[in-house]
């Protein structure tokens, strides 16, 4: 049974008449007549009486229309909502972040965009390490995740750069470093470094341990914490220094400061990623806010 014999049906329920029904649709009333008669033989019962100068519903006929009366319309409806989620304007957008992603404006603004252009799609926000958002995008419980793409890079995966971060330092309050207005990598040499375990979080972790190696010493790995909340409390508490993006500044903690770094290549990229084979068009608006 097709939606045009439906459509057909109705309107000569509704006009009362094979001919003004065929008017109305834009057809011959010869083939209405058949294309009912089709559907009769379907349905298995006469659904008209044909009168001479009009057509009555029988009592077969009453049943079948009380049964398919909206289905024009909701197969309209579902049309549109299949149009709407083609173009990313409808369903649903689960994006993930780290926690140093989730603090940089460029996410809110991009979430609070977002929302006005397409609030007929329902969000859901996930913090996780970036390998664990990455593990998540595979799994398909996440479209779209904002990371630290270092060691990142698999076939499955596409990511895009949104933005290259700064890197800045923090120091406990009382460093002898602090008073200073900037600094240079080499000039933590002699400090421990306080990083995310490596099963944790590698982003930000290659990076930092890179950078410093590039500055023309090893740096010394102090305690690790898994956490930017948990890094910044042992920073407060003098244990060591960490780098993290300049954008984590906004964090303010008692015991700890924040210092620029006078390093040229002192960055950290901030990515996205989304699944290479099966991206959904509400990701793709997303990143397309996000380069804007």
Sequence with gaps: ?????IRYFLAVAREGNFTRAAERLGIGQPPLSMQIKDLEREVGAALFYRRPHGAELTEAGQAFLAGVGGMPARADEAADAARRAARGEGGR???GMTSTAALNPIVPDGI???????????LRIEEANSLELVRHIDEGQLDIALVRPAGLD?????????????LMAALPEGHELASHSTLRLIDLRNDPLILTPREVGRGLRDVTLDLCREAGFEPRIGREAPHIASILSLVSAALGVTLMPASMSCIRLAGVVYRPLADAHAGIPLAVAYAAQRTPPTALNFWKLLRR
């Design 1 to 5: 049974m097709e939606l045009r014999h």
């Design 93 to 95: 957008l689960a994006i």
């Design 112 to 122: 609070r965009r977002f929302g006005q252009l397409y609030p007929d799609v329902a």
């Design 154 to 166: 698999r076939p499955s995966l596409t990511l895009r750069t949104v933005i290259d971060e700064r």
